[in-house]
């Protein structure tokens, strides 16, 4: 399912790199620093995208920078800042959609060493994989209004019988056999290529049959062709609560696209949050590797944000384009510089450690030091 990576250049790769917006320049130079000290041969196709570009480009995303992603098949991105409420549409939104990504990935893995309200979080070792392109996330959307521009009102009352008041917004989820088909497939494909055990669909079918219901029913057509991977469903309340309780009993879990968005920063909250949760974004063609968090514009440029999330989105990628032994050679060396805990970001500071945190660029060449000295 995954596209094999088809562009490496002589022993080399060539790389599509967006750094971002707000501290993503930052964290990616540490990337770069990294790679180089592991000795792999990337040649980064650096593309600027986001607020920066827009002045002078007129939008956030422009083709040049979908053009290069689609011609080396892979990328590695910074985070992207989005307006709430007005402005741009998401970089992030619009790139799946023009590359069809339609799979997100994020893996829940505890380091040592890291803060976690949660007992025994070292037990957790699950990934998240959400359907990126359906869902409420389509955009389909009416805005409030009692003019004659909202003729859904008529429609709902005429075909459904239901009777809204014309102060009511309406979104549309649509979810289909074949989107429903695809992710599943993934989720169970990646569950057996990666040695993982089990798969868990994850929805809200009891109330949402047409969607939801949908989704089930397809998860468990799919769950029969994969006999050696165990299948069960649960709903999405539930399993808000099944996380915090027993997250030790989970391993790959397949949402559709808007539980699988809260599952997923639910699931990284149990890890330690959003600073040490990496993710990608696969296509049949094309995948992107990003962190989870944003564009931290509270502390861009002042060297304070944690490279973790992003350098474990390279390991991802490391091992996506078949360099599994380099890729294990920097999860190491970021989990011995996190389990130390010595020279790590603010972030990562252990509660009653009262030695200063370092900057980003300091930890990135902790990590380094760890690498060249062969970590563990
Ligand atoms: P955020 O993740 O940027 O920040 C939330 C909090 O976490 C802030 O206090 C921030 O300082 C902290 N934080 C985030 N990353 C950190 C790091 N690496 N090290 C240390 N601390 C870190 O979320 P937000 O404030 O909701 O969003 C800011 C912008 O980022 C928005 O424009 C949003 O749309 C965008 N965003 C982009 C992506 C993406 O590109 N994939 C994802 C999420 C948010």
Redesign the pocket.
């Given at each position: 399912m995954i596209s094999t990576f088809a562009c490496a250049v002589a022993m080399g790769y060539t790389i599509t790199l967006i750094p971002?917006?707000?501290?993503?320049p930052e964290?990616t130079e540490v990337v770069k620093r990294c790679v180089s000290a592991l000795g792999v041969d990337i040649e980064w196709d650096t593309q600027q995208a986001g607020a920066g570009v827009i002045e002078k480009e007129k939008k956030p995303l422009p083709d040049r920078v979908i053009d290069s992603i689609k011609r080396n098949r892979v990328a590695l991105?910074?985070?992207?800042?989005?307006?709430?409420g007005k402005g741009f549409r998401?970089?992030?939104v619009e790139l799946r959609r023009a590359l069809d990504l339609f799979a997100c990935v994020r893996p829940c893995k505890y380091y040592e060493g890291i803060r976690s309200r949660i007992l025994n979080p070292e037990s957790i070792d699950l990934v998240v994989v959400r359907e990126n392109t359906e869902d409420l996330y389509m955009g389909i959307e009416f805005m409030e209004s009692c003019g004659e521009d909202n003729p859904f009102l008529s429609f709902l009352k005429e075909q459904k019988g239901v009777e809204l008041g014309c102060d009511t917004g309406i979104s549309i989820k649509p979810i289909s056999v074949r989107g429903s088909e695809r992710i599943v497939s993934f989720a169970f494909e990646y569950a057996r290529s990666n040695g993982r055990k089990k798969v868990t669909a994850i929805d809200k079918a009891n109330i949402m049959k047409y969607t939801d219901g949908l989704f089930m029913n397809v998860a468990a057509d799919v769950s029969e062709k994969y006999p050696d991977i165990a299948y069960e469903h649960k709903l999405v309340d539930n399993m808000c609560m099944q996380l915090v309780q027993f997250p030790e009993q989970y391993d790959v879990l397949v949402l559709p696209n808007l539980y699988g968005d809260i599952i997923s920063d639910l699931a990284a909250g149990l890890i330690g949050?959003?600073?040490v949760a990496p993710?990608m974004n696969v296509g049949e063609e094309c995948a992107v590797f990003?962190?989870?968090?944003?564009?931290?514009?509270?502390?861009a440029g002042r060297d304070?944000?944690?490279?973790?999330?992003?350098l474990l989105s390279t390991v991802l990628m490391l091992g996506h384009i078949g360099e599994p032994t380099a890729a294990a050679r920097l999860e190491n060396a970021i989990a011995a510089v996190m389990k130390e805990g010595a020279r790590v970001?603010?972030?990562l500071k252990a509660e009653g450690d009262a030695s200063p945190p370092v900057g980003?660029r300091e930890m990135g060449s902790a990590i380094i030091e760890r690498i060249e000295a062969g970590a563990p």
């Open positions: 971002g917006d707000g501290v993503g964290i991105k910074g985070p992207v800042e989005t307006p709430v998401s970089v992030n949050g959003l600073g993710g990003e962190p989870t968090h944003g564009s931290a514009p509270d502390i304070m944000a944690n490279p973790a999330g992003i970001t603010a972030d980003t």
